[in-house]
């Protein structure tokens, strides 16, 4: 027999290394091959492991020095992981702008809540906090670096198997600007465990 977290470590391999041969050329088509993804993804864990359900949340708009694009919280004690993170910029002006993926200690000040949404119509609400404008202290280096043209550049980054970015026991993971404050639309997809 199979063991479901084998099965879904496959999956996400087969996935990076698909995106790494044959990256999505537009954001529209990287949001297409993410929800076909995740979907058949939390199909294995509706069917074997329940309790790791997928969700996302998304965000448009300015970019901001001081508050997030978005923000991941976990549960008290919960955990959860980011699986990836789209990114495209809505600018109408050539604009370099670099987003950071940053720890920012276990506390959110000022958050804009966003409910999650379920891959799986089946799965809890989310136990974890999530959201976006929190300007909470970030703490320690950037996981995870983005450069890119907000004039319609686009960047999906997936998590090779290993590389998940987790957060536990009321840990908060910020996206913010460290330069330039276009406008993007952004979702981040992430499973709670």
């Given at each position: 027999m199979i063991d479901p977290i084998e099965l879904k470590t496959l999956l996400r391999r087969q996935n990076w290394l698909k995106e790494l041969r044959t990256p999505s050329r537009c954001y529209a088509e990287a949001i297409d091959r993410a929800w076909k993804f995740w979907t058949y993804y939390e199909q294995i864990n509706r069917d074997y492991c329940p309790?790791?359900?997928v969700y996302s949340i998304i965000n448009s708009g300015a970019l901001s020095l001081t508050a997030d694009h978005l923000t991941a919280q976990a549960a008290a004690a919960g955990q959860g992981r980011i699986l990836e993170f789209i990114t495209g910029g809505e600018a109408a002006a050539s604009a370099v702008n670099r987003i950071?993926?940053?720890r920012a200690g276990t506390s959110i000040t000022g958050n804009s809540v966003i409910t999650p949404e379920k891959f799986n119509s089946r799965s809890p609400a989310a136990s974890g906090v999530y959201g976006k404008a929190g300007t909470q202290a970030l703490v320690g280096n950037p996981?995870?670096?983005i450069s890119l043209n907000a004039f319609g550049g686009f960047q999906r980054w997936v998590?090779?198997?290993g590389e998940e970015m987790y957060y536990v026991?009321?840990?908060v993971i910020s996206v913010r600007s460290n330069s330039g404050t276009s406008t993007f639309g952004s979702t981040l997809v992430f499973e709670e465990l």
């Open positions: 309790d790791d359900p950071y993926v940053q996981m995870l670096v998590a090779a198997p026991n009321s840990e």
